[in-house]
């Protein structure tokens, strides 16, 4: 599947950006042992899901504009009439490219429910196909429900750290949810592990 070599190489240089904001984290401690030092595992973890979200955005750019290219088929993908009618094939895959971006750019897909709408577009299943992959490479890992479970977990937590300052209300907004190094550490080797099951999911082709 050469036609994600690029997205999923932006994907892994955006994740190692955010093990270098746990590594900035473990020098902070050294200096400082203090919460503080926190905040720069809450920029991992946020870097994490970010790039994580942006990755999904790009491999559905991607699959469309190859599916549209190839006359193979998608659902509830409804490309408007006038790009139909332009002559230049190029200009006209580059306005299916613009049109898909465009229309999912306010969309979340790290949210599981959001993820599998957007798969389904191109693949039946789409939960059942990533949790066999997944298990391919982790055999002792979750099934399906427990996947879904963690991926809501982790979008939970963004949206506290993005949108509530990450502040625990139950002490007048004094204190923050905790933080640890191992929950980041874990949270960014699963969004990775998802993350290579998507290629391969999303290229099945609907029947």
């Not at 994600?4 to 473990?26: T, Y």
């Not at 990533?130 to 427990?146: F, H, T, V």
Request: proline content about 5%; charged content about 25%.
């Amino acid at each position: 599947m050469d036609r994600f070599e690029n997205c999923i190489a932006a994907f892994e240089h955006s994740i190692s950006r955010a093990r270098e904001m746990i590594k900035l984290f473990d020098a902070l401690s050294l200096i400082r042992p203090t919460a503080v030092n926190d905040d720069a595992l809450r920029a991992a973890y946020f870097q994490a899901v970010s790039s994580f979200d942006y990755y999904v955005h790009e491999i559905v750019a991607i699959e469309a504009n190859y599916r549209f290219a190839n006359c193979i088929r998608t659902r509830n993908i409804h490309i408007p009439m006038e790009i139909y009618i332009i002559n230049d094939p190029e200009e006209r895959l580059n306005a299916v490219n613009a049109f898909v971006r465009e229309k999912n750019s306010y969309k979340a897909f790290v949210d599981p429910s959001k993820l599998a709408e957007i798969l389904s577009c191109f693949v039946e299943d789409p939960w059942e196909r990533i949790a066999s992959e997944y298990l391919i490479d982790q055999p002792e890992g979750p099934e399906k429900s427990g996947l879904k479970a963690q991926l809501k977990s982790i979008w939970s937590r963004r949206n506290k750290i993005a949108h509530e300052a990450d502040v625990n209300p139950t002490l007048s907004g004094v204190t923050l949810w905790p933080m640890e190094k191992s929950d980041t550490e874990m949270t960014i080797v699963f969004l990775v592990s998802i993350g290579r099951t998507l290629p391969t999911v999303i290229s099945a082709e609907l029947r």
